[in-house]
């Protein structure tokens, strides 16, 4: 866990460095960073279930996909591979803000990531763990399979139980941040930009 905390933040200077390359040119039209969106974004009636169903779409299968993809051999690899998109994309979205409305900039990516990201964490978090332990165990549980038993008791259908139970507590957490994203943040969001 500690190399992806490591490789978050070197992608996240690896975004940061690449939109300071690109420059300011680039970022005036960036999607939700452009001044269009947030005038209307700042007095936009967002319905809550509308979103939560939008969100649902768009969350659980980008999810469903990253997990199913971890199964494998290369696990740990794929959802390293998920922490450099996210760290790059929040590095390069957070210079773009602070490009487009200074220091207020930091204000509106708080107001883009809070309060959804305090579940979105921990799931990734928890998935990156599961997967660790689970490979772990696996690769010592085909060098010493008896000893394996004797030494801490797991056998394989106990160890895919606990992937289950990880699984299931990081899919509670998902769902807890689109709920978040869907009723929580429009709210916090509108207040921010109002403040720009």
């Known amino acids: 866990m500690k190399k992806s905390t490591y490789l978050f933040f ?6 940061v460095i690449w939109a300071n390359i690109l ?4 970022g005036k039209d960036l999607g939700a960073m ?11 009636d967002i319905q809550g279930r509308e979103l939560f169903l939008y969100l649902f779409y768009e969350r659980v299968p980008e999810i ?14 794929v959802v390293n ?11 390069f979205l957070f210079v773009i803000s602070i490009m487009n409305y200074g220091i207020s900039g930091i204000a509106l990516m708080f107001g883009f990531f809070f309060p959804q990201w305090l579940f979105y964490v921990p799931m990734i978090g928890i998935w ?10 696996e690769k010592n549980m085909y060098r010493n ?4 038993y004797q030494r801490i008791g797991d056998s394989p259908k106990k160890q895919y139980i606990k992937y289950m139970v990880y699984f299931i507590i990081a899919f509670a957490l998902l769902f807890g941040g689109i709920l978040l994203e869907s009723y929580v943040n429009p709210y916090i969001l509108q207040r921010i930009i109002r403040m720009l």
């Open 64 to 77: 469903l996909i990253l997990f199913i993809l971890s199964i494998g051999i290369y696990g740990t690899i």
């Open 128 to 137: 990156h763990y599961a997967l660790h332990t689970f490979k772990n165990k």
């Open 145 to 148: 399979l008896g000893y394996l």
């Open 81 to 91: 591979g998920y922490i450099c998109y996210v760290g790059f994309s929040v590095g």
């Open 34 to 44: 452009n001044a269009y969106f947030m005038n209307r974004y700042m007095y936009a």
């Open 10 to 15: 070197f992608v996240f200077l690896a975004g």
């Open 23 to 26: 420059g300011m040119a680039s």
